[in-house]
């Protein structure tokens, strides 16, 4: 696998296997990588001739009070994971490489109404600069795929339609949830669990089951499930910050006669927030 730290580099060795006729795949990550991404490099390797991870800790994605000082940094075990799947090529820039004119000048990208809620109405801008910072990041490698996991559900509904809103001749693909034994998703934020919490902190996982069950069982009622589902949650001892069922495309709270539904839940536990989410097809 060849490190690059600069765009050029990146861009001349990926030129020659476009003139190869290569198909590229991109697995864009913030690094601290767990089986979850590796899943996501393999996942591109059955698909594409040529893989490009990227590890790039976006500070523009993270609210003023948000972890982004916190969050890990592990290069060195990141690249020989990142080796160990076979990806070809890791581009890891530093701030001035991606924003060279300074992230308050930098030009955005923004999607519209999808942005702002679930996630995004307890993280404001947090979208913004996942939109900014990916389309950047498609620019820079010009990938023939991306693969994006369907643990952080918005964020892969906005780029689908972000990629779609702008042309970008890029093909977005899902990669599945990557779940411990007891349910919990996989997440780098799952190190912040204290041991203490960590025994009930598949909570929200069940209870996003339990409501895509009633669902399949015909329950209609989604305002009454939402609200079992939150009382389960902060009866386990966690604080929910969002727990909604809603259109899966969309992302707009779901009507009784959507036939693709995804419940989406954020919970806060005392040292992480967490996220996850369920879909169901009914009919
Ligand atoms: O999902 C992530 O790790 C990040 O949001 C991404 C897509 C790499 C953009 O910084």
């Known amino acids: ?8 580099g990146l861009r001349k060795a990926l030129e020659q296997h476009r003139q190869q006729g290569h198909t590229i795949g991109f697995v864009p990550t913030m690094g601290n990588l767990h089986r979850a991404h590796l899943a996501l490099v393999e996942q591109a390797k059955s698909l594409c001739d040529v893989v490009v991870s990227s590890i790039f800790v976006n500070r523009l994605q993270f609210g003023l009070n948000e972890d982004w000082d916190k969050y890990p940094r592990t ?18 820039p530093d701030e001035h490489e991606v924003y ?25 801008g947090h979208f913004e600069g996942v939109t900014t910072v990916v389309t950047k990041l498609f620019n820079i490698v010009q990938p023939h795929k991306a693969i994006f996991g369907i643990k952080d559900y918005q964020q892969l509904a906005i780029i689908r339609r972000m990629v779609e809103d702008l042309c ?14 007891d349910g919990l998703a996989m997440s780098s934020r799952n190190g912040f669990i204290l041991p203490a919490e960590r025994v009930h902190a598949n909570q929200l996982n069940k209870s996003l089951n339990w409501i895509a069950e009633q669902l399949i069982a015909g329950a209609s009622d989604f305002y009454a499930l939402e609200q079992t589902a939150r009382q389960q949650i902060e009866e386990a001892g966690f604080k929910v910050d969002y727990l909604t069922i809603c259109e899966s495309a969309s992302l707009l709270p779901a009507a009784s006669d959507d036939s693709q539904m995804t419940i989406l839940g954020a919970m806060y536990t005392q040292g992480a927030r967490l996220i996850d989410n369920v879909s169901v097809e009914l009919g």
């Open 75 to 92: 290069l060195k075990e990141d690249t020989q994971k990142l080796k160990s799947v076979g990806c070809d090529y890791l581009f890891c």
């Open 168 to 181: 970008i001749p890029v093909e977005i693909v899902a990669g599945d949830i990557v779940r411990e034994a």
């Open 1 to 8: 696998m060849q490190t690059f730290h600069h765009i050029i």
């Open 100 to 124: 060279p004119n300074g992230m308050d000048q930098q030009a955005r990208v923004i999607v519209p109404s999808m942005a702002d809620v679930l996630c995004g109405a307890s993280r404001p």
